[in-house]
């Protein structure tokens, strides 16, 4: 996410009036133009990918699958990829526009607007119906961080290999896996 849309982000949208050129399932332009340009308009559609089957990957006994599920769990990621549930992608693409992480001095809330109505959990509850606990409240919060830069990503491709900046060409095979 770029420092522009993060700061967009973090702006409370009950605060911004709604203009007449929003569609009425967002409450800001941003939600709007987030939706139309960083969510539907994803470049790399590798695969339909809802949630990972771990189970499956184990019973491969593949080195870099195994290599993947080690890093996956040692980085807290293992159960929210394995969530399965009934997707509705409209609903979760929505979501992920709207989203507003409010902090209060007592309480921490998640909102979010589907269908031009807000919604509103406790960000612990929120964490909880993904898996997440307690021992989990203190660890980095990677939907805040920036894309990984071009030199950052360099060591996830093949060496001397043509590949374009994030895209899936050339990538090692535990990044492609992964990807």
């Not at 929003?22 to 960083?38: C, G, I, L, N, P």
């Not at 549930?85 to 607007?113: G, L, P, S």
Request: glycine share 6%; hydrophobic share 35%.
């Amino acid at each position: 996410m770029t420092a522009k849309a993060r700061n967009e982000r973090e702006k409370n949208p009950f605060n911004i009036r709604k203009g007449r050129s929003v569609e009425y399932r967002f409450q800001t332009k941003f939600h709007q133009d987030f939706y139309e340009s960083a969510i539907l308009s994803k470049k790399y559609k590798v695969a339909r990918s809802q949630y990972v089957d771990w189970q499956k990957y184990e019973d491969m006994e593949d080195p870099i699958f195994d290599e993947i599920i080690d890093a996956c769990k040692k980085k807290h990621v293992y159960k929210i990829m394995g969530f399965k549930y009934d997707w509705n992608n409209e609903i979760i693409a929505q979501f992920y526009a709207t989203y507003y992480f409010e902090k209060d001095v007592h309480v921490r809330w998640v909102h979010w607007m589907i269908e031009g109505k807000w919604y509103k959990i406790n960000y612990f509850e929120f964490a909880a119906m993904f898996g997440f606990g307690k021992s989990d409240h203190g660890r980095n919060r990677i939907h805040n961080w920036s894309h990984l830069s071009e030199e950052d990503m360099k060591d996830m491709y093949f060496p001397g290999r043509e590949w374009e900046y994030g895209g899936p060409k050339g990538l090692i095979p535990f990044c492609g896996y992964l990807n």
